[in-house]
C-alpha cells in the first residue's frame, strides 16, 4: 500500500498534462508524471518517493503509438516492453527488452519508464542510441536527437516528458547482437549487458549495468573496429576506456564485471564479424 494520499489526473493530451503539472506547481504541490507506475508504486510504498499529484500519460495517443509511417518506426513512451518485443518492428529493441524483469511485469514497465528509471540500468536506451533514435519532448513539436538529452540519464526540464520515439527504418534490420549476463537467474538486475550492431561495415556498440549508467562510447567504437590489433587486444584496450569505473555491489565485484564483460564483448564481435 502506498503509505500516502494524491490527486491522480489522466489528461488525453500532451498540452492538458503538461497543463496539469503546472497547476500543481503553481499550488505549490509536487506533481510526477505516471507511465507504467512500477517504479513509482515501489519506491511510493518504501518511502523514497512521494507525489501530491500524480500524472497518467497512458490517455494521452502519441505516448501509445507503435507504427512504421514512411520513414521511421514511432514509439510512444507508454507503450510496454512486451508490446514492443511481441510486435518484432524493431529486433534489436524488441531482445535487449525483453530480459527486463520478468513477463509480467513486463506487460506494465514503458519504455518511457525504463528509460527514466531510477535505477541506473535503463537497458532499453542502448539500442536507440545505436539507432541515432529521436525523441518528441512535450511542449516541443520538433524531434530533437536522443543524444542531446541524454547525458547518464534523459535531462528535461521538470514541466517536460519523453512522448515517443522514433528510429529511421533503415536501422530496423541492421544485424545485430544483444546479450544480458545476470549473476544467478535469467530475470535479475544485470551484471553486464551489451548491445550492439552492424552498420557500414563498423560495430556499434552500447553497454549498461558496467559503469553506474547505461553509455555509449566513439571511443571504444573506434578500438573494437580496429582491425590491425587482435581481437583480445582490441577488447583489452576498449576496457581501458570505460567512462567510469566499473561498478563494484552486491550483485557483481567490479573484477568479476570485468570478467563477464569481456566475454560479452568477445561473443559480440565475432558474431558481428561473421555477418561481413
Given at each position: 500500500?502506498?503509505?500516502?494520499?494524491?490527486?491522480?489526473?489522466?489528461?488525453?493530451?500532451?498540452?492538458?498534462?503538461?497543463?496539469?503539472?503546472?497547476t500543481?506547481?503553481?499550488?505549490?504541490k509536487t506533481?510526477?508524471f505516471?507511465?507504467?507506475?512500477?517504479?513509482f508504486?515501489?519506491?511510493?510504498?518504501t518511502?523514497?518517493?512521494h507525489?501530491?499529484v500524480?500524472?497518467?500519460?497512458?490517455?494521452?495517443?502519441?505516448?501509445?503509438?507503435?507504427?512504421l509511417?514512411?520513414n521511421?518506426?514511432?514509439?510512444?513512451?507508454?507503450v510496454s516492453?512486451?508490446?514492443?518485443?511481441?510486435?518484432?518492428?524493431?529486433?534489436?529493441?524488441?531482445e535487449t527488452?525483453?530480459?527486463?524483469?520478468?513477463h509480467?511485469s513486463r506487460?506494465?514497465?514503458?519504455?518511457?519508464?525504463?528509460?527514466?528509471?531510477?535505477?541506473?540500468?535503463?537497458?532499453?536506451?542502448?539500442?536507440?542510441?545505436?539507432?541515432?533514435?529521436?525523441?518528441?519532448?512535450?511542449?516541443?513539436?520538433?524531434?530533437v536527437?536522443?543524444?542531446?538529452?541524454f547525458?547518464?540519464e534523459?535531462?528535461?526540464?521538470?514541466n517536460?516528458?519523453?512522448?515517443?520515439?522514433?528510429?529511421?527504418?533503415?536501422?530496423l534490420?541492421?544485424?545485430?547482437?544483444?546479450m544480458?549476463r545476470t549473476?544467478?537467474?535469467k530475470?535479475?538486475?544485470p551484471v553486464a549487458?551489451?548491445?550492439?550492431?552492424?552498420?557500414?561495415?563498423?560495430?556499434?556498440?552500447?553497454?549498461?549495468g558496467?559503469?553506474?549508467?547505461?553509455?555509449?562510447?566513439?571511443?571504444?567504437?573506434?578500438?573494437?573496429?580496429?582491425?590491425s590489433?587482435?581481437?583480445?587486444?582490441?577488447?583489452?584496450?576498449?576496457?581501458?576506456h570505460?567512462?567510469a569505473p566499473?561498478?563494484?555491489d552486491?550483485?557483481a565485484?567490479?573484477?568479476?564485471?570485468r570478467?563477464?564483460?569481456?566475454n560479452?564483448?568477445?561473443?559480440?564481435?565475432?558474431a558481428?564479424e561473421?555477418?561481413k
Amino acid at each position: 500500500m502506498i503509505p500516502f494520499n494524491f490527486e491522480y489526473y489522466k489528461p488525453f493530451s500532451i498540452t492538458g498534462a503538461v497543463e496539469a503539472f503546472q497547476t500543481a506547481r503553481d499550488l505549490g504541490k509536487t506533481a510526477v508524471f505516471y507511465s507504467g507506475g512500477t517504479e513509482f508504486i515501489t519506491f511510493a510504498r518504501t518511502h523514497k518517493l512521494h507525489a501530491d499529484v500524480v500524472i497518467d500519460l497512458k490517455g494521452i495517443p502519441e505516448c501509445n503509438v507503435l507504427e512504421l509511417d514512411e520513414n521511421d518506426l514511432m514509439i510512444g513512451a507508454s507503450v510496454s516492453l512486451n508490446k514492443i518485443s511481441e510486435s518484432g518492428l524493431f529486433p534489436l529493441l524488441g531482445e535487449t527488452v525483453k530480459r527486463i524483469a520478468d513477463h509480467t511485469s513486463r506487460n506494465k514497465i514503458t519504455l518511457g519508464g525504463n528509460l527514466n528509471s531510477r535505477l541506473m540500468y535503463r537497458e532499453g536506451i542502448l539500442p536507440l542510441l545505436l539507432a541515432d533514435a529521436k525523441v518528441k519532448i512535450a511542449g516541443n513539436d520538433t524531434p530533437v536527437a536522443l543524444d542531446q538529452v541524454f547525458h547518464q540519464e534523459i535531462t528535461l526540464e521538470p514541466n517536460a516528458f519523453l512522448a515517443q520515439i522514433t528510429v529511421d527504418q533503415t536501422y530496423l534490420k541492421l544485424p545485430f547482437s544483444t546479450m544480458k549476463r545476470t549473476r544467478f537467474s535469467k530475470v535479475g538486475y544485470p551484471v553486464a549487458t551489451v548491445a550492439a550492431l552492424m552498420k557500414d561495415e563498423e560495430i556499434r556498440i552500447a553497454f549498461s549495468g558496467v559503469c553506474d549508467f547505461p553509455f555509449r562510447s566513439p571511443a571504444i567504437e573506434a578500438l573494437i573496429n580496429d582491425t590491425s590489433l587482435s581481437t583480445e587486444e582490441r577488447i583489452e584496450e576498449a576496457i581501458t576506456h570505460l567512462p567510469a569505473p566499473l561498478v563494484h555491489d552486491m550483485h557483481a565485484s567490479a573484477e568479476y564485471r570485468r570478467f563477464v564483460l569481456k566475454n560479452l564483448m568477445t561473443e559480440t564481435l565475432h558474431a558481428l564479424e561473421a555477418t561481413k
